[in-house]
């Protein structure tokens, strides 16, 4: 459409401007929830709360002392080994969350990122995106009528571009659907070492049960340290009254006679006094045992209600989780099938105006809604990086800085950066500190890639070969 002599105006985009509520075909569905991405920063941290717990728990007595701080002189009963066994079963859960399942729900939310960004470009390096490049063989289909090559040439890219990201949604829904089965695996357990989350959940709660019962509130042990105390009351009272009667018989003893009065005290002194100071440290080594007994009772059985309270939750969030995948794993099922629909659109309707600006329209909002959630899937990935300490990384950081300057590497092992480098290293320039263990690098010949959203180099050396991230989010 010509606008003036000068200016042209695309028929799509003057029609994007009157119908703005499409229904976004070909965009992400409902990966974001709200504002927020399909699992919020705040469901993770908690989750990778309870799962650093896990893997903190106590298998073993001196273990059960360190964690609840106990001094060797407090003896603790046998039956509280009745924690060791299902302890060690929630830290090997702990243990198959970190190492199967956590990297499949990173390496889930960059399939997100990457293909976000691989469809609708990233503004920040200027790229173009796929349903830019499938917005412009559209146009040449259309207003390249007399050119057959042109037409066929670009029909041809067309398809084929459909084909790449057809083929990647597919590799993505199954993705998501081992993500399903991996958490179900986790919460109901399989038929190998996996007890399952469910499991555990019964028998911490058997095991909290009778520990209560036991050593809880309303425990036998308990009851006789409420009694004693109670006891302890009494007999203070007993014991003033008597200092009381005592001063008495001594007053009326002196006012028989000044010796009278001292051998009725010496007499006195040796037996009422004595026998109520002798209750007095009785008592109070019965106190001071029994302050221990609390001390860990408290600590011990303070420490089972919390952990089982950590498991209920983590079922919870578990079982939400895979509804979060199942959905997912239908996103991208929906995606695939809409752009092989797309791929199969006739000529005739490709080449009909109507639904080409259709088209048109409905690949750029799915642009921009794409965007939006690449975005969202790197912020959640970046932050569950952030989360992982450097100690679970399966490779060692020999250099980190801001912007890997020579003043962490001589000029000799910038040019040439296997210098004094051994297999499995490598060198990192970022502001996040840590990675995750399934953090995935390619080869790139130049040794170095910028993230689109900082300086952001990796050089990995292994087996005589350089690797870094150039395919991570920018393909």
């Known amino acids: ?42 469901e993770w941290a908690t989750i990778g709360a309870y799962i650093q717990t896990g893997l903190g728990l106590p298998v073993n007595e001196q273990q059960l002392r360190t964690h609840v701080n106990l001094s060797q002189d407090i003896s603790i009963p046998s039956d509280f080994s009745q924690l060791y066994d299902v302890y060690c079963s929630d830290k090997t859960s702990a243990e198959w969350w970190n190492k199967n399942l956590y990297p499949l729900i ?14 609708a470009g990233d503004p920040s390096i200027k790229k173009d995106g796929y349903f830019k490049k499938l917005q412009d063989e559209l146009d040449n289909i259309v207003d390249n009528n007399s050119d057959d090559d042109a037409i066929a040439k670009a029909i041809k890219d067309f398809k084929a571009r459909c084909g790449i990201l057809i083929k990647e949604a597919k590799q993505y829904e199954e993705a998501a659907k081992n993500i399903v089965t991996s958490l179900d695996q986790f919460l109901h357990g399989d038929q190998k070492k996996l007890e399952g989350v469910i499991n555990i959940q019964k028998r911490l709660k058997e095991v909290q049960t009778a520990l209560n019962q036991a050593h809880g509130e309303s425990s036998p042990a308990h009851k006789e340290l409420l009694e004693k105390v109670k ?104 995606i695939g099938a809409q752009i092989e629909n797309l791929r199969t659109t006739s000529l005739q309707e490709v080449q009909d105006s109507d ?89 790139n010949s130049n040794l170095e890639y910028k993230c689109p959203e900082s300086n952001f180099m990796i050089y990995w050396y292994n087996n005589s070969d350089w690797y870094n991230n150039s395919d991570w989010y920018n393909n």
């Open 106 to 119: 990173i390496k889930s939310a960059n399939d997100i990122a990457s293909y976000g960004f691989k469809v």
């Open 355 to 443: 639904d080409a600006d259709e088209i048109q329209i409905e690949l750029e909002d799915a642009s921009d809604a794409w965007l939006v959630v690449a975005q969202e899937a790197r912020d959640f990935t970046l932050n569950a990086y952030s989360t992982n300490s450097r100690q679970n990384l399966p490779i060692n950081v020999i250099s980190d800085s801001c912007n890997c300057s020579t003043t962490n590497m001589t000029s000799n092992q910038y040019s040439n950066p296997t210098t004094n480098m051994t297999s499995n290293q490598y060198m990192i320039s970022h502001e996040y500190t840590s990675l995750p263990n399934n953090f995935m690098l390619s080869r």
């Open 231 to 334: 006891n302890l009351k009494t007999t203070l009272e007993r014991t003033i009254k008597a200092e009381q009667d005592l001063e008495k018989k001594v007053e009326y003893s002196f006012l028989l006679g000044p010796l009278l009065g001292f051998v009725v005290y010496e007499i006195l002194e040796n037996t009422a006094v004595q026998h109520i100071k002798n209750q007095i440290d009785e008592i109070k080594k019965q106190l001071d045992s029994a302050q221990h007994d609390l001390d860990r009772d408290v600590k011990i059985i303070g420490m089972l209600n919390s952990i089982n309270t950590d498991i209920d939750n983590l079922y919870s969030q578990g079982q939400e989780a895979i509804k979060v995948f199942q959905k997912l794993q239908g996103i991208w099922a929906t």
């Open 1 to 42: 459409m010509i606008i003036d002599s000068k200016t042209t105006l695309p028929r799509h985009s003057l029609i994007h401007t009157i119908k703005l509520n499409s229904n976004k075909k070909y965009g992400p569905g409902d990966m974001t929830n709200g504002n927020q991405f399909i699992i919020s920063k705040q």
